[in-house]
């Protein structure tokens, strides 16, 4: 479980999250909307515990984040961020592997390590990528090697533990997307929970339990998608024209050209 | 479903490849500190060499060879080359950069200025090497000092920093350089462009006793070496303390260079070619890195002292000008075969 209380954060005199409160519960999938600049990489790396809020506070499981050493932090959430500076020439294996520091920092990867790493790499569909080079992947590819290095921090046991992924469908073709979120929503039916910032609200209207939408700053709503994913909500959100389009029991979220 | 079995995981390869190259390296390490304890003026053989570290009967001549020339400097060697091949694999983990190596935060340059501002007013071979360390150590904590914005350390700053550091040490080196008498002139080199002659056993002992545990610190970092090749925050995510991991691993890095630099002057390009090579070899994983890549430094260096005595026996050539000359060209052309293979 994961609560952000009250919290705001500032890069210098400009204010990027202003009072923000969430809560995600153990086993919950939230996803966050929001247009370009309006917080929300902000928003998961103060709760991620990267950045530090002023004021305000994180509680994951209910421990204050900013008490917890990195290792421990670690060992409660697993961070997919945007981007990822690597271009070593690891092979995929060993960057997958390379979730597993938290858990032991000064000895070699034992065979239990290597197994939720190759199952990982299995839930990433990425089987039989182990031994291709990282920088040699597209990067669809590269973006997958980090979800399963970040599936495979989460370990064996995902029940309270807690899952960021910072827009995890970007750069991938829709077949891979689903997967990538398939492998959340398999995480959080295990009691993990996920906070998963999306572009695409199809997407989070189908796989979350509950949608936060952020606009300059602060959260506009958040509850269940049958609530949020409206016409006025994402218009308000976007600041663009929307339409619900209705298809039997399936609803489509449509931005029209202006 | 089928069972996932670790046991059967691919980087057995590259393991086994591994395990192949330290066998190589360890058996050419001890061939070469062999073939040095026995090149050189003066007849001392492998019998020689047998019956000294056996204690049986020796010839006395033969005995004081080895333990006052011949020895001192073949452990001179190892320190250097273990030192700088460790060191350069660490910083270029720390940096991201396969271009840093020791000399890039100025440790080097500052180390050999501290030696010839030590040699200028003080005769003691105590203040040389203090001089070096001193002065070695204040040249990187001004590179970091310099290369850190908002409270960070950041990564171009600080390259640049080493830059400008060590380009104000070579000034001032070349300063005294110029307006020193012809005799001197001789000493100043040593210091700029390396040498394992004076290897004498009490300045082996100062460095050793700096070195080993540095190179334990930088071996038994291997994980956290790696991690940080993610990059800041992800390594943050990751569990890791960054600060942490850059100032016990940064200042390890510093400490054995400038401790080497402190009895074999600077040898040039072996922190930067070693594990530059060995990452070619086996990757960059530093758990097969690191060991292999001080393996690799000893064996460069030692292998560079034997060349520097055996083209000219009674003045032998500086070292770091054959560690360059071999390193270089060996260097390219591992570089242009890989190229072209991930081409």
């Keep these: 479980m994961i609560e952000a209380k009250n919290i705001s954060f500032r890069y210098g005199s400009r204010s990027a999250l202003d009072g923000v409160s969430l809560k995600v519960e153990d086993g919950e999938f939230a996803a966050i909307l929001g ?13 991620s515990g990267y950045l530090k809020p002023s004021p305000g506070e994180i509680l994951i499981n209910g421990c204050p984040a900013s008490k917890m050493s990195p290792a421990k932090l670690a060992k ?9 500076l690597l271009s070593s020439d690891y092979t995929v294996l060993e960057t997958v592997l390379l979730g597993r520091y938290a858990f032991s920092p000064f000895a070699a990867d034992d065979a239990e390590g290597r197994t939720i790493a190759l199952a990982a790499i299995k839930s990433a569909g990425l089987e039989g990528f182990e031994d291709r080079l990282y920088t040699q992947l597209s990067g669809g590819e590269k973006r997958r090697v980090q979800l399963a290095r970040a599936i495979c921090q989460i370990g064996k046991d995902p029940c309270k533990k807690i899952l960021f992924l910072d827009e995890p469908s970007a750069g991938l073709d829709p077949a891979h997307a689903h997967a990538a979120m398939a492998a959340a929503k398999k995480l959080s039916q295990n009691g993990c929970s996920i906070v998963a910032i999306l572009h695409d609200a199809n997407l989070a209207a189908e796989y979350a339990d509950k949608i936060a939408l952020l606009k300059s700053g602060e959260i506009l709503a958040f509850g269940a998608p049958e609530n949020i994913i409206t016409a006025e909500l994402m218009e308000k959100t976007y600041s663009a024209r929307c339409e619900i389009i209705k298809n039997g029991k399936n609803k489509f979220v449509h931005f029209p050209k202006a | 479903m089928q069972k996932i079995d670790a046991r059967r995981t691919p980087n057995a390869k590259t393991a086994g490849k591994a395990k192949l190259y330290a066998a190589f390296l360890a058996l050419l390490f001890l061939g070469l500190a062999t073939l040095s304890l026995c090149t050189g003026s003066g007849n001392v053989g492998l019998s020689d060499i047998a019956a000294y570290f056996t204690s049986s009967n020796s010839d006395e001549t033969a005995k004081l060879i080895i333990e006052h020339i011949r020895l001192p400097r073949l452990c001179a060697g190892i320190i250097a080359g273990v030192s700088l091949a460790l060191a ?28 010839v501002v030590a040699i200028s007013f003080f005769s003691s071979v105590w203040a040389l090497q203090i001089g070096a360390l001193a002065f070695g150590v204040l040249a990187a904590v001004a590179v970091c000092v310099i290369g850190r914005i908002d409270g960070k350390i950041s990564i171009v700053s600080t390259l640049l920093a080493g830059i400008a550091v060590n380009a104000f040490c070579g000034a001032i080196i070349g300063y005294c350089m110029y307006t020193v008498r012809d005799a001197g002139l001789k000493g100043f080199i040593f210091w700029t462009l390396g040498s394992i002659d004076r290897a004498d056993w009490s300045g082996i ?5 700096i070195c ?34 850059w100032i016990v691993t940064g200042f390890a890095s510093v400490a054995m260079t400038a401790a080497s630099v402190a009895i074999c002057g600077i040898i040039g390009f072996v922190g930067l070619v070693v594990p530059h090579i060995i990452r070619l070899l086996v990757g960059p994983d530093n758990k097969r890195l690191l060991p292999l890549s001080a393996f690799g430094g000893a064996c460069l260096v030692i292998f560079s002292d034997i060349v520097s005595r055996t083209v000219s026996p009674t003045d032998p050539v500086p070292i770091g000008v054959i560690t360059a000359l071999i390193g270089a060209p060996f260097f390219v052309a591992l570089l242009r075969r890989k190229g072209g293979e991930n081409d």
């Design chain 1, 76 to 84: 409660e959430r697993a961070v997919l961020e945007q981007e990822s």
């Design chain 2, 88 to 115: 350069g694999a660490g910083l270029q983990s720390l940096f991201r950069n396969p271009l840093a190596d020791p000399s890039i935060t100025g440790v080097s340059s500052g180390a050999s200025l501290g030696a």
């Design chain 2, 205 to 209: 002992a100062l460095s050793a006793a």
């Design chain 2, 212 to 245: 080993i545990p540095a190179w334990l610190v930088i071996l038994l970092s291997y994980k956290s070496l790696n991690i940080v090749s993610l990059g800041r925050q992800q390594a943050f995510h990751a569990g890791a303390n960054v600060g942490m991991i």
């Design chain 1, 35 to 47: 247009a370009n600049g309006a917080g929300k990489s902000t928003l998961l790396k103060v709760m």
